[in-house]
Nanobody
Framework: QVQLVESGGGLVQAGGSLRLSCAAS????????MGWYRQAPGKLRELVAT???????NYADSMKDRFTISTDNTKNTVDLQMNSLKPEDTAVYYC?????????WGHGTQVTVSS
Protein backbone atom coordinates (compact mmCIF):
# COMPACT_ATOMS: atom_id res chain seq x y z
CA GLN A 1 0.00 0.00 0.00
CA VAL A 2 1.17 3.51 -0.84
CA GLN A 3 0.26 6.62 1.12
CA LEU A 4 0.60 10.19 -0.06
CA VAL A 5 0.44 13.16 2.28
CA GLU A 6 0.22 16.72 1.00
CA SER A 7 1.09 19.85 2.89
CA GLY A 8 1.55 23.54 2.28
CA GLY A 9 -1.89 24.69 1.26
CA GLY A 10 -3.56 27.73 2.72
CA LEU A 11 -4.95 31.17 2.09
CA VAL A 12 -2.96 33.67 0.07
CA GLN A 13 -3.69 36.96 -1.64
CA ALA A 14 -3.66 37.25 -5.41
CA GLY A 15 -0.12 37.65 -6.66
CA GLY A 16 1.30 35.71 -3.77
CA SER A 17 3.11 32.38 -3.62
CA LEU A 18 2.67 29.01 -2.00
CA ARG A 19 4.74 25.86 -2.00
CA LEU A 20 3.00 22.51 -1.84
CA SER A 21 4.80 19.36 -0.79
CA CYS A 22 3.85 15.73 -1.05
CA ALA A 23 5.56 12.77 0.57
CA ALA A 24 4.94 9.20 -0.51
CA SER A 25 5.51 6.21 1.72
CA UNK A 26 4.75 2.52 1.77
CA UNK A 27 5.44 -0.26 -0.72
CA UNK A 28 6.99 1.74 -3.54
CA UNK A 29 9.17 -0.29 -5.88
CA UNK A 30 9.57 2.01 -8.82
CA UNK A 31 8.16 5.45 -9.62
CA UNK A 32 7.10 6.31 -13.15
CA UNK A 33 5.89 9.78 -12.32
CA MET A 34 4.53 12.02 -9.62
CA GLY A 35 2.55 15.17 -9.92
CA TRP A 36 -0.36 17.37 -9.05
CA TYR A 37 -3.94 17.73 -10.10
CA ARG A 38 -6.50 20.17 -8.77
CA GLN A 39 -10.24 20.36 -8.45
CA ALA A 40 -12.23 23.53 -8.00
CA PRO A 41 -15.82 23.48 -6.73
CA GLY A 42 -18.19 22.34 -9.43
CA LYS A 43 -15.39 21.49 -11.83
CA LEU A 44 -13.61 18.37 -12.97
CA ARG A 45 -10.21 17.44 -11.64
CA GLU A 46 -7.55 18.88 -13.94
CA LEU A 47 -3.86 18.41 -14.50
CA VAL A 48 -1.52 20.93 -12.90
CA ALA A 49 1.93 19.42 -13.47
CA THR A 50 3.71 16.11 -13.67
CA UNK A 51 7.31 15.00 -13.46
CA UNK A 52 8.72 11.65 -14.47
CA UNK A 53 11.44 9.76 -12.67
CA UNK A 54 13.83 10.95 -15.36
CA UNK A 55 12.92 14.56 -14.69
CA UNK A 56 10.69 15.25 -17.67
CA UNK A 57 8.01 17.78 -16.76
CA ASN A 58 4.61 18.63 -18.15
CA TYR A 59 2.42 21.56 -17.17
CA ALA A 60 -1.06 22.75 -17.90
CA ASP A 61 -0.82 25.70 -20.25
CA SER A 62 -2.35 28.14 -17.81
CA MET A 63 0.22 27.30 -15.14
CA LYS A 64 3.50 26.58 -16.88
CA ASP A 65 4.81 30.12 -16.55
CA ARG A 66 3.86 30.43 -12.89
CA PHE A 67 4.27 26.98 -11.35
CA THR A 68 7.36 24.80 -10.98
CA ILE A 69 7.33 21.12 -10.12
CA SER A 70 10.30 19.34 -8.60
CA THR A 71 10.98 15.96 -7.10
CA ASP A 72 13.44 14.13 -4.90
CA ASN A 73 13.58 10.58 -6.20
CA THR A 74 15.53 9.38 -3.20
CA LYS A 75 12.76 10.48 -0.84
CA ASN A 76 9.73 9.99 -3.11
CA THR A 77 8.63 13.57 -2.62
CA VAL A 78 7.24 16.07 -5.07
CA ASP A 79 6.90 19.81 -4.59
CA LEU A 80 4.95 22.45 -6.44
CA GLN A 81 6.10 26.05 -6.25
CA MET A 82 3.22 28.31 -7.18
CA ASN A 83 3.87 31.97 -7.94
CA SER A 84 1.68 34.83 -9.14
CA LEU A 85 -1.38 33.07 -7.82
CA LYS A 86 -4.78 34.08 -9.11
CA PRO A 87 -8.24 33.65 -7.59
CA GLU A 88 -8.97 31.06 -10.27
CA ASP A 89 -6.20 28.91 -8.83
CA THR A 90 -8.42 28.30 -5.83
CA ALA A 91 -8.96 24.55 -5.58
CA VAL A 92 -8.09 21.40 -3.71
CA TYR A 93 -4.71 20.23 -4.93
CA TYR A 94 -4.07 16.50 -5.08
CA CYS A 95 -0.74 14.77 -5.28
CA UNK A 96 -0.43 11.51 -7.20
CA UNK A 97 2.13 8.78 -7.77
CA UNK A 98 2.32 6.34 -10.65
CA UNK A 99 4.40 3.25 -9.89
CA UNK A 100 3.88 1.58 -13.29
CA UNK A 101 1.14 -0.57 -11.77
CA UNK A 102 -1.34 1.82 -10.24
CA UNK A 103 -2.13 5.44 -9.49
CA UNK A 104 -2.19 6.56 -5.89
CA TRP A 105 -3.69 9.79 -4.64
CA GLY A 106 -3.36 11.94 -1.59
CA HIS A 107 -6.32 13.38 0.25
CA GLY A 108 -5.68 16.86 -1.07
CA THR A 109 -4.74 20.24 0.33
CA GLN A 110 -6.86 23.36 -0.01
CA VAL A 111 -5.45 26.41 -1.76
CA THR A 112 -7.50 29.58 -1.56
CA VAL A 113 -6.46 32.74 -3.38
CA SER A 114 -8.27 35.90 -2.39
CA SER A 115 -8.68 38.85 -4.73
Amino acid sequence: QVQLVESGGGLVQAGGSLRLSCAASGSISRVAAMGWYRQAPGKLRELVATITSSGRTNYADSMKDRFTISTDNTKNTVDLQMNSLKPEDTAVYYCYLNDFKALYWGHGTQVTVSS
